[in-house]
């Protein structure tokens, strides 16, 4: 195997032995890589059909087949195989609709009926088939932010809202990687995906505030409570809402963990007594803290782990998650439901889940909460009393270097507002940093897709402010990041204009060093370096 989409890729290099350090083994990563390489097939013959949209069922097979490939999303090779099945049959399909498309797709007519046919493809058309480091590096960014933005496509799919110029980028990306373009051609695509990224996390946004309303400042429960419960984590509100409406009046309780923490927010949910709060923190703990929820755990997405035997007759998967020995709840017929029923019959039969910790968080500042406090907002910063926002969005991870983005936020001065969103914010939304005239210092907008309503906040106020530039505003942008849909925030947010933001822990390893001096030339990026330093580079 050959895998480097993630920050925590071995030795900041690429894995490249019989399993990844996210726990992926090498035959999963390369039927990932086999998986990739037809959906680029696919794109060829949509290519040549001559029409700007793209059917909406083909749309919702890509972007849910590369959300699959996402880190920490599916490790079951059977679940992978299937998506290529499907593939192979939804490329025939369109062949014979529109005819191929020429020779130059002719290395992607190809078939297979085993995994071990599969496996001998991918030695040829995984990421190091492309032997120059710079069209390979701008190849896998454009990659890895279509990644992250089919995963903000799929979720509001599902909610019913759908673009069909999301998917037609897609067919015109994955196409791309196949073709001899200029680095410039290449990085004018690039720019696109963030584009891209950009109207997808507007178009999820509106899904999730159009269905559930939109968030509110919410203190969250981190303690328990008596009754035997359910954890459910990833970043699927339906898949939250069809769990609620099935647990009313059982005696089970729901708790939110990780990325599922702003489905507290959201007025729709609030009506549930049911949802008493949030256990745990950020996705990496979740092997101890699964071990003493006690209770059933639904993985609606990306960010499970390898699963210990501890509770592994205890943990569902669904949607484009997926675990070998897993039970999977298989997906909603058109205008059904999930049934979890199994798993809320499981839960009564487990005790409560043992206390970790206690108090609240306080969080609900998405875009249209934060607009509520505009007057408020100006006048702190009019008076002097708030001097700086310091955007800290984006992932959690395992290595000890991101006790920096802890570390930042205990050292910022009190007078700065650190805006965030994703599972980063773990590091310090628990600790009291305090508040400013009433306003808190953390503002937690929720999840990473709702990095986009951080950046909604300060168009608003570069646009209260009266300010021509994004970049006049004082604000900074902290950025940490681990997998591809972090990589697809960071796209939107220098097609947004942002320049001078910080990257970390690490420069990711996919970027070439040409490519990363195009990037700093062009935005100003800047690779974190101690929280002292940063801080006062910050406020300068």
């Known amino acids: 195997m050959f895998c480097y989409q993630c920050q925590e890729t071995a030795s900041n290099k690429g894995c490249k032995f019989a399993k990844g350090v996210c726990g992926k083994p090498a035959d999963t990563a390369e039927l990932m890589d086999v998986l990739v390489h037809v959906l680029k097939g696919v794109s060829l013959v949509l290519e040549r059909r001559g029409e700007d949209k793209i059917d909406k069922e083909v749309g919702?097979?890509?972007?849910?087949?590369?959300?699959?490939?996402?880190?920490?999303?599916?490790?079951?090779?059977?679940?992978?195989?299937?998506?290529i099945e499907?593939?192979?049959e939804i490329r025939s399909m369109l062949i014979k609709k529109y005819g191929t498309c020429g020779g130059g797709c002719d290395p992607f007519i190809w078939y297979a009926t085993t995994e071990s046919d599969m496996l001998a493809k991918a030695k040829s058309v995984g990421v190091l088939s492309t032997e120059n480091e710079d069209i390979r590096s701008l190849r896998e960014l454009l990659i890895y932010g279509m990644k992250g933005l089919s995963a903000y496509a799929e979720h509001a799919s599902v909610l019913g809202y759908e673009d069909e110029e999301i998917?037609?980028?897609?067919?015109?990306?994955?196409?791309?990687?196949?073709?001899?373009?200029?680095?410039?051609?290449?990085?004018?695509?690039?720019?696109?995906?963030?584009?891209?990224?950009?109207?997808?996390?507007?178009?999820?946004?509106?899904?999730?505030?159009?269905?559930?309303?939109?968030?509110?400042?919410?203190?969250?429960?981190?303690?328990?409570?008596?009754?035997?419960?359910?954890?459910?984590?990833?970043?699927?509100?339906?898949?939250?809402?069809?769990?609620?409406?099935?647990?009313?009046?059982?005696?089970v309780d729901v708790y939110t963990h990780s990325?599922?923490?702003?489905?507290?927010?959201?007025?729709?949910?609030?009506?549930y007594p049911q949802l008493v709060g949030n256990y745990g923190g950020s996705w990496w703990h979740q092997n101890s803290e699964f071990e003493a929820f006690n209770g059933p755990i639904l993985m609606t997405t990306n960010c499970i782990v390898p699963v210990k035997d501890s509770y592994k007759n205890r943990i569902f998967t669904t949607g484009a998650a997926g675990y070998p020995g897993v039970k999977h709840i298989i997906d909603r017929k058109e205008g059904g439901r999930k049934d979890f029923s199994e798993i809320i019959a499981l839960a009564k039969t487990c005790p409560a889940p043992t206390e970790i910790?206690?108090?609240?968080?306080?969080?609900?500042?998405?875009?249209?909460?934060?607009?509520?406090?505009?007057d408020k907002v100006v006048a702190a910063v009019k008076s002097g009393a708030i001097k700086k926002f310091v955007v800290m969005g984006g992932c959690d991870g395992r290595q000890k270097d991101r006790l920096y983005f802890t570390e930042v936020a205990e050292a910022l001065p009190k007078d700065t507002i650190i805006l965030t969103a994703g599972c980063a914010k773990y590091?310090?939304?628990?600790?009291?940093?305090?508040?400013?005239?009433?306003?808190?210092?953390?503002?937690?907008?929720?999840?990473?897709?709702?990095?986009?309503?951080?950046?909604?906040?300060?168009?608003?106020?570069?646009?209260?402010?009266?300010?021509?530039?994004?970049?006049?505003?004082?604000?900074?942008?902290?950025?940490a990041w681990?997998?591809?849909?972090?990589?697809?925030?960071?796209?939107?947010?220098?097609?947004?204009?942002?320049?001078?933001?910080?990257?970390?822990?690490?420069?990711?390893?996919?970027?070439?060093?040409?490519?990363?001096?195009?990037?700093?030339k062009n935005f100003d990026i800047k690779p974190i370096t101690d929280a002292k330093s940063d801080v006062k580079a910050m406020m300068d």
Do not use: W
């Open 60 to 83: 919702r097979f890509m972007t849910k087949a590369l959300f699959t490939t996402i880190t920490n999303a599916n490790f079951s090779n059977k679940a992978i195989m299937a998506c």
């Open 86 to 88: 499907d593939a192979f």
């Open 167 to 251: 998917y037609a980028f897609l067919v015109k990306g994955l196409a791309s990687t196949t073709k001899k373009l200029s680095v410039d051609e290449m990085i004018a695509l690039v720019l696109e995906c963030g584009k891209t990224a950009v109207t997808t996390m507007a178009l999820l946004d509106k899904a999730n505030t159009t269905t559930y309303g939109n968030p509110e400042i919410t203190k969250v429960n981190i303690g328990v409570k008596n009754n035997p419960g359910i954890l459910i984590s990833g970043h699927d509100l339906k898949d939250m809402e069809e769990l609620l409406e099935q647990t009313k009046d059982t005696g």
């Open 259 to 271: 990325e599922m923490l702003p489905a507290n927010y959201y007025p729709a949910f609030k009506k």
């Open 357 to 374: 910790e206690k108090g609240e968080i306080i969080g609900g500042f998405a875009h249209n909460q934060v607009m509520a406090l505009a």
């Open 427 to 479: 590091r310090y939304i628990k600790k009291n940093l305090g508040n400013i005239g009433g306003i808190p210092r953390v503002l937690d907008a929720g999840q990473c897709n709702d990095c986009y309503s951080l950046a909604v906040i300060a168009l608003k106020l570069q646009e209260v402010f009266g300010l021509k530039n994004l970049n006049d505003l004082p604000i900074a942008f902290d950025i």
């Open 482 to 520: 681990y997998e591809q849909k972090a990589v697809a925030v960071l796209l939107a947010l220098l097609a947004l204009g942002v320049k001078g933001l910080r990257l970390g822990p690490t420069i990711p390893a996919f970027l070439s060093p040409t490519v990363v001096d195009v990037l700093v």
